[in-house]
């Protein structure tokens, strides 16, 4: 499995106190694992300054608001991994 | 200072947009009903009123950052530290600074200082959302006047 997700998963252990061995490239940060978006701030935070980005937590939120995404997109931490790796990536390019 | 109304801050007395700093002066009451619970016989300045004013303090420089288009919020603090009474009187000197800038939501530093002495600090956790209402906006616009927020820094409808 990939870095990122080791990464995150460690942040999201750490940060929420939640057994790392529960937390798998399938599981869901809200539906399976019961993260708030209050503590998901926390791992924003840890995330952000892990991995030298920014979160576009608000751009998120709105599309799945707005039925254009599904938390699954974001949330599952597989995806949300894939989702880090290509905003690293972004900033590669763009530096 | 006007507890009744949960106005703690009196006046900025530095904003710096650049740098992502505040400085703002807080003067405690000699007298209030709070004291007379807050110990009798022995008045002290609450700690959850400590941890109040450096939130404020935090807010009006998240405001002044986003140029009144976003309110924040109380979220979460953490690392708060009462480092040593405050009692009635006493002028209060609050610091705070950003820590973090994340996606509608923002991580200060904050410190609350009389004389010169460090007597509570925290760590604070803010969401920023677009105001609710233009009413809060325009209460917001309204005491930041009062407190002496800088003009060229007010947002102009």
New interface residues.
């Given amino acids: 499995m990939s870095s990122t997700f080791e990464q995150i998963a460690n942040i999201i252990a750490e940060t929420c106190d939640i057994p790392r061995d529960t937390i798998t490239p399938e599981s869901h940060a809200i539906d399976d694992l019961g993260i708030d978006s209050l503590d998901f701030l926390d791992i924003a935070f840890a995330i952000d300054k892990a991995f030298g980005i920014k979160l576009p937590l608000e751009k998120w939120t709105q599309e799945v608001n707005d039925g254009k995404a599904t938390t699954e997109q974001y949330f599952v931490l597989k995806n949300l991994a894939a989702r880090i790796d290509e905003l690293v990536a972004a900033k590669g390019a763009g530096a | 200072m006007h507890l009744e109304y949960f106005h703690l801050i009196d006046r900025i007395i530095d904003l710096n947009i650049g740098a992502k700093t505040i400085t703002v002066e807080a003067q405690v009451p000699e007298k209030n009903t709070i004291f007379e619970g807050h110990f009798p016989g022995y008045p002290l300045m609450p700690g959850v009123l400590l941890i109040e004013a450096m939130a404020q303090t935090s807010g009006w420089l998240l405001i002044a950052l986003t140029r009144f288009e976003r309110m924040a919020f109380l979220?979460?603090v953490k690392e708060a530290k009462m480092r040593g009474f405050v009692v009635p009187g006493e002028l209060l000197t609050v610091d705070a600074s950003i820590i973090?800038?994340?996606?509608?939501?923002a991580?200060t530093s904050a410190k609350v200082r009389v004389g010169g002495q460090l007597r509570c600090s925290a760590t604070i956790?803010f969401?920023q959302v677009p105001f609710p209402n233009p009413d809060l906006r325009g209460h917001m616009l309204t005491m930041a006047k009062r407190i002496g927020f800088p003009q060229e820094l007010m947002a102009h409808d």
């Fill in positions: 979220g979460a973090h800038e994340g996606s509608g939501f991580i956790t969401p």
